[in-house]
């Protein structure tokens, strides 16, 4: 068995776990607050094509992290202002934005197919630590993105649970009349959290350009991460913490079968496990679609729901 | 934290006596489109009383309540506090006044620990909460008005009567001095409104001011040190001093004429069985709604079922009308064994069904009276409305319907009218004979006048021999008109009493779960 597979492997499956975590962040967020975002697939192309034309215009990785995940929070106020303004069915309106994107990322990548960026983000080096087998180019050897994920996740978690905005966000996702009879504007929190979790998409939808696959490549680029980020929301229950485990399993799961195809390992079809993770995707859409299993999962109770003040 | 909300107690405090006015509305009026809510109304109470603002649905009263506490701004007039005018332009600005509203739907985020509902909305709270400070100074607060309550249970675990007391920590927490409350006992048994009252003594035995919103007369006299009461916007009564208001006076204030609330049980013979259920049970979720009951109606006989909402009133209801199929256990409805058979059958052999959403499940809103009518009568391809329509015609007029005609929409009646749409559909006969009606909380949400129409009309089936079961939140109103009182808890029948000789006590603790006896 070849060591060295195996810890690239494991780099692979974190950096593709760091794209993973922001999504699902950006979700958890948007959903968090009672918007249901299934746009994400969407905004991750968008922002991972323009966030390669403006680094390959500018020279700059960071000025492309900037203007994907602007581009992010601004397809994601599009989904905020069907959604809250106009009280649009939020399915019908994140799946339009997922068409919409995709479309869009196409027409923009038009000219950058098959090109690659000249600077990428490169991987931090912690030196001596870096050089320890095994451990050091997993645990040491990732770029700055990714050790923020992990770092956001954590700062998420205890936003959510021990500060005055995030018990606010949580009410809001739960019960928007009662927040609303307390004087807040339920619009204002939920068309925020939407803009800012579309940020938090698009930045991960960036990093994977500019630090991962270094080359526009159509939808090959996402290649349903969007959905699975979703997938990942429900599976960890609408916690911060439980996305960063959720999304190392997940990037294992999506890199097992190039590994196992390297080690010549034939006896599963590397077909079914490519299949796995889009597989965990369509039982958790299907739950979530359930009110019964809905509420087992923990679901923010009034997700998906317009909120519309009853005047007596 | 709450730093401000314990500086307004204070300050408050010190500038008001006993007697001092705390909050006054000076001839206020507010419309809507069609409707002068509110004309010209006086409205004031002070500093450790109880003024009680009595009227039917529609009088007025949540309009003033709502202006009282910013949720609404009135057309015309003001309001003054401790004798300074006020503009509350929201429900927050009335709040910084010391002003907070009570609604009658909760507003509580069932998944948060009663501390979290508690700060909720807070503002002057830090970015970062400490928990065990604030659980302490929840606790607090709780335990000086005799409102006992963990701060960290959860509160989709509590029960209706510890939600209240919720909303009224939450509402003291944030500084009120004022407490607005809409109708607070409509959703509590017996023993909680004991215990709201002995509360709202110690609230206003601290200097705090008590609106109290209500229509049930019995509890307007025993708590209110005033009363205010409303008809159609208008003020048309004051009533001061505890105790010395009677009922009877105060019904003639509300409704304008004398009253009779408490309609007479019809004497009469019970005829043969109409409705048997037997051990009936019912599984949704792997939670058991319905467990083993089983009772019957006779012709002329009205069963009252009591309990507090969601015990599987609506189940029980459903099944009988066979829109639920039971785990196990049978209907039979005269005879004909209805289980499994879907609604329709069940109307075929006579059931007639008010459930308890009239506009939901009893009427269609966007149909016209006359259509409506025609849901239950014969299924033809082609709807024959002319020779329908002398019939709605008559009906309009035999139950007092207020409608432009048989072509009014459904939706366009008030509560009460749309309530006596829909029992004179099911009481005038539908596919078969009505033999069996069922009724769900038939007066709920209807003015006085309403409502003793309808306990008339069902009085009236009675005695014209159909057998009848009632199932209503309402207790009196189970109490005063059933023949024999059953006490649902828990999807079980827990008490069974003569409705003649039935206790308060004994039904409102068996409501409560308290219940020493089996089903006898």
Same mark, same amino acid.
């Given at each position: 068995?070849?060591?060295?597979?195996?810890? @690239?492997?494991?780099?692979?499956?974190?950096?593709?776990?760091?794209?993973?975590?922001?999504?699902?962040?950006?979700?958890?967020?948007?959903?968090?607050?009672?918007?249901?975002?299934?746009?994400?697939?969407?905004?991750?192309?968008?922002?991972?094509?323009?966030?390669?034309?403006?680094?390959?215009?500018?020279?700059?990785?960071?000025?492309?992290?900037?203007?994907?995940?602007?581009?992010?929070?601004?397809?994601?106020?599009?989904?905020?202002?069907?959604?809250?303004?106009?009280?649009?069915?939020?399915?019908?309106?994140?799946?339009?934005?997922?068409?919409?994107?995709?479309?869009?990322?196409?027409?923009?990548?038009?000219?950058?197919?098959?090109?690659?960026?000249?600077?990428?983000?490169?991987?931090?080096?912690?030196?001596?630590?870096?050089?320890?087998?095994?451990?050091?180019?997993?645990?040491?050897?990732?770029?700055?993105?990714?050790?923020?994920?992990?770092?956001?996740?954590?700062?998420?978690?205890?936003?959510?649970?021990?500060?005055?905005?995030?018990?606010?966000?949580?009410?809001?996702?739960?019960?928007?009349?009662?927040?609303?009879?307390?004087? @807040?504007?339920?619009?204002?929190?939920?068309?925020?959290?939407?803009?800012?979790?579309?940020?938090?998409?698009?930045?991960?939808?960036?990093?994977?350009?500019?630090?991962?696959?270094?080359?526009?490549?159509?939808?090959?680029?996402?290649?349903?991460?969007?959905?699975?980020?979703?997938? @990942?929301?429900?599976?960890?229950?609408?916690?911060?913490?439980?996305?960063?485990?959720?999304?190392?399993?997940?990037?294992?799961?999506?890199?097992?079968?190039?590994?196992?195809?390297?080690?010549?390992?034939?006896?599963?079809?590397?077909?079914?496990?490519?299949?796995?993770?889009?597989?965990?995707?369509?039982?958790?859409?299907?739950?979530?679609?359930?009110?019964?299993?809905?509420?087992?999962?923990?679901?923010?109770?009034?997700?998906?729901?317009?909120?519309?003040?009853?005047?007596? | 934290?709450?730093?401000?909300?314990?500086? +307004?107690?204070?300050? =408050?405090?010190?500038?008001?006596?006993?007697?001092?006015?705390? *909050? !006054?509305?000076?001839?206020?009026?507010?419309?809507?489109?069609?409707?002068?809510? &509110?004309?010209?109304?006086?409205?004031?109470?002070?500093?450790?009383?109880?003024?009680?603002?009595?009227?039917? &649905?529609? %009088?007025?009263?949540?309009?003033?309540?709502? +202006? *009282?506490?910013?949720?609404?701004?009135?057309?015309?007039?003001?309001?003054?506090?401790?004798?300074?005018?006020?503009?509350?332009?929201?429900?927050?600005?009335?709040?910084?006044?010391?002003?907070?509203?009570?609604?009658?739907?909760?507003?509580?985020?069932?998944?948060?620990?009663?501390?979290?509902?508690?700060?909720?909305?807070?503002?002057?709270?830090?970015?970062?909460?400490?928990?065990?400070?604030?659980?302490?100074?929840?606790?607090?607060?709780?335990?000086?008005?005799?409102?006992?309550?963990?701060?960290?249970?959860?509160?989709?675990?509590? /029960?209706?009567?510890?939600?209240?007391?919720?909303?009224?920590?939450?509402?003291?927490?944030?500084?009120?001095?004022?407490? *607005?409350?809409?109708?607070?006992?409509?959703?509590?048994?017996?023993?909680?409104?004991?215990?709201?009252?002995?509360?709202?003594?110690?609230?206003?035995?601290?200097?705090?001011?008590?609106?109290?919103?209500?229509?049930?007369?019995?509890?307007?006299?025993?708590? /209110?040190?005033? #009363?205010?009461?409303?008809?159609?916007?208008?003020?048309?009564?004051? +009533?001061?001093?505890?105790?010395?208001?009677?009922?009877?006076?105060?019904?003639?204030?509300?409704?304008?004429?004398?009253?009779?609330?408490?309609?007479?049980? %019809?004497?009469?013979?019970?005829?043969?069985?109409?409705?048997?259920?037997? &051990?009936?049970?019912?599984?949704?979720?792997?939670? =058991?709604?319905? /467990?083993?009951?089983?009772?019957?109606?006779?012709?002329?006989?009205? #069963?009252?079922? %009591?309990?507090?909402?969601?015990?599987?009133?609506?189940?029980?209801?459903?099944?009988?009308?066979?829109?639920?199929?039971?785990?196990?256990?049978?209907?039979?409805? !005269?005879?004909?064994?209805?289980?499994?058979?879907?609604?329709?059958?069940?109307?075929?052999?006579?059931?007639?069904?008010?459930?308890?959403?009239?506009?939901?499940?009893?009427?269609?809103?966007?149909?016209?009276?006359?259509?409506?009518?025609?849901?239950?009568?014969?299924?033809?391809?082609?709807?024959?409305?002319?020779?329908?329509?002398?019939?709605?015609?008559?009906?309009?007029?035999?139950?007092?319907?207020?409608?432009?005609?048989?072509?009014?929409?459904?939706?366009?009646? =008030?509560?009460?009218?749309?309530?006596?749409?829909?029992?004179?559909?099911?009481?005038?006969?539908?596919?078969?004979?009505?033999?069996?009606?069922?009724?769900?909380?038939?007066?709920?949400?209807?003015? #006085?006048?309403?409502?003793?129409?309808?306990?008339?009309?069902? &009085?009236?089936?009675?005695?014209?021999?159909?057998?009848?079961?009632?199932?209503?939140?309402?207790?009196?109103?189970?109490? /005063?008109?059933?023949?024999?009182?059953? +006490?649902?808890?828990?999807?079980?029948?827990?008490?069974?009493?003569?409705?003649?000789?039935?206790?308060?006590?004994?039904?409102?603790?068996?409501?409560?779960?308290?219940?020493?006896?089996?089903?006898?």
């Amino acid at each position: 068995m070849n060591e060295n597979i195996w810890v @690239l492997m494991s780099g692979d499956a974190i950096a593709i776990a760091t794209t993973l975590i922001l999504a699902a962040l950006g979700a958890l967020f948007t959903e968090r607050s009672g918007v249901l975002n299934l746009g994400i697939e969407g905004i991750l192309l968008t922002s991972a094509i323009s966030s390669f034309l403006a680094a390959d215009a500018s020279g700059s990785v960071w000025l492309g992290l900037i203007v994907g995940s602007s581009i992010g929070a601004l397809l994601a106020s599009i989904h905020a202002a069907l959604s809250v303004a106009f009280r649009a069915n939020q399915i019908v309106a994140g799946l339009a934005l997922v068409i919409f994107g995709t479309g869009l990322a196409n027409f923009l990548g038009k000219p950058a197919e098959g090109k690659t960026v000249a600077t990428v983000i490169k991987p931090l080096t912690f030196g001596p630590l870096s050089d320890i087998p095994i451990i050091g180019p997993i645990v040491f050897g990732q770029d700055i993105i990714t050790y923020l994920a992990i770092a956001l996740a954590i700062v998420a978690s205890r936003y959510l649970f021990s500060t005055r905005p995030g018990l606010e966000l949580r009410a809001t996702g739960d019960d928007p009349a009662t927040v609303d009879a307390q004087g @807040l504007s339920v619009a204002r929190i939920r068309i925020r959290y939407t803009m800012f979790g579309g940020a938090l998409v698009g930045l991960g939808g960036s990093w994977l350009m500019l630090a991962q696959s270094a080359g526009w490549h159509q939808a090959a680029t996402t290649n349903g991460l969007g959905w699975i980020a979703l997938a @990942l929301v429900v599976f960890a229950g609408w916690r911060p913490m439980r996305i960063i485990f959720g999304a190392v399993l997940f990037g294992f799961t999506l890199q097992l079968p190039f590994t196992l195809q390297a080690e010549q390992i034939t006896f599963i079809p590397s077909a079914f496990l490519e299949m796995l993770p889009y597989l965990a995707t369509l039982i958790t859409l299907i739950a979530l679609s359930r009110p019964g299993s809905r509420n087992l999962l923990g679901a923010p109770r009034a997700l998906g729901t317009p909120f519309v003040r009853d005047e007596r | 934290m709450s730093n401000t909300s314990h500086e +307004v107690a204070q300050r =408050s405090h010190h500038t008001s006596g006993a007697t001092s006015t705390a *909050l !006054s509305a000076h001839s206020i009026d507010k419309k809507f489109p069609g409707v002068l809510a &509110n004309d010209s109304v006086d409205f004031d109470v002070r500093a450790g009383e109880v003024h009680t603002l009595l009227g039917e &649905n529609g %009088a007025g009263k949540s309009t003033l309540a709502a +202006v *009282l506490c910013g949720l609404y701004q009135p057309d015309a007039g003001y309001l003054t506090r401790n004798g300074k005018r006020i503009n509350l332009s929201s429900p927050r600005v009335g709040l910084q006044h010391g002003i907070a509203m009570v609604h009658q739907h909760f507003r509580l985020v069932e998944r948060f620990t009663v501390s979290e509902n508690v700060i909720l909305g807070s503002r002057d709270l830090p970015f970062r909460l400490n928990r065990s400070d604030i659980n302490e100074k929840v606790a607090a607060i709780a335990e000086s008005y005799g409102l006992p309550i963990d701060p960290d249970a959860t509160v989709g675990d509590l /029960s209706v009567g510890q939600r209240q007391r919720v909303e009224i920590v939450k509402a003291l927490y944030q500084g009120a001095e004022i407490l *607005l409350l809409d109708e607070p006992t409509a959703v509590l048994v017996p023993s909680e409104v004991e215990k709201l009252f002995e509360n709202v003594h110690a609230m206003t035995a601290a200097g705090k001011s008590i609106v109290f919103i209500s229509h049930k007369l019995g509890e307007v006299v025993e708590i /209110s040190d005033r #009363v205010t009461v409303l008809r159609n916007g208008r003020v048309t009564g004051h +009533v001061s001093g505890r105790g010395t208001a009677n009922t009877k006076e105060l019904a003639r204030l509300m409704v304008g004429r004398d009253i009779e609330l408490n309609a007479q049980r %019809a004497t009469h013979a019970t005829g043969h069985e109409v409705l048997q259920i037997r &051990n009936l049970s019912l599984v949704v979720n792997e939670v =058991s709604m319905l /467990s083993d009951i089983s009772f019957s109606v006779h012709a002329g006989e009205m #069963v009252g079922i %009591a309990g507090v909402a969601g015990n599987g009133q609506r189940e029980l209801s459903d099944t009988i009308a066979g829109l639920i199929s039971p785990t196990s256990g049978s209907v039979t409805i !005269s005879g004909s064994m209805t289980t499994d058979r879907g609604p329709i059958k069940a109307r075929e052999v006579g059931l007639a069904y008010v459930p308890e959403d009239r506009l939901g499940m009893g009427l269609v809103p966007s149909m016209s009276i006359l259509d409506n009518l025609l849901l239950t009568r014969d299924r033809q391809l082609v709807v024959d409305r002319v020779s329908v329509r002398p019939e709605a015609a008559r009906l309009i007029e035999q139950f007092e319907i207020k409608a432009n005609g048989p072509d009014h929409l459904a939706r366009k009646l =008030s509560g009460g009218n749309a309530q006596k749409v829909l029992l004179a559909r099911e009481l005038s006969g539908g596919r078969g004979a009505t033999k069996l009606l069922v009724v769900c909380s038939p007066t709920r949400g209807l003015d #006085v006048g309403a409502i003793e129409t309808v306990r008339r009309l069902l &009085n009236d089936a009675r005695s014209a021999g159909q057998a009848i079961l009632l199932i209503s939140e309402d207790l009196d109103e189970v109490l /005063s008109l059933s023949d024999r009182v059953l +006490v649902l808890y828990r999807g079980a029948i827990v008490h069974e009493t003569p409705g003649e000789t039935a206790q308060l006590s004994q039904v409102g603790a068996a409501m409560a779960g308290l219940a020493s006896e089996g089903p006898s």
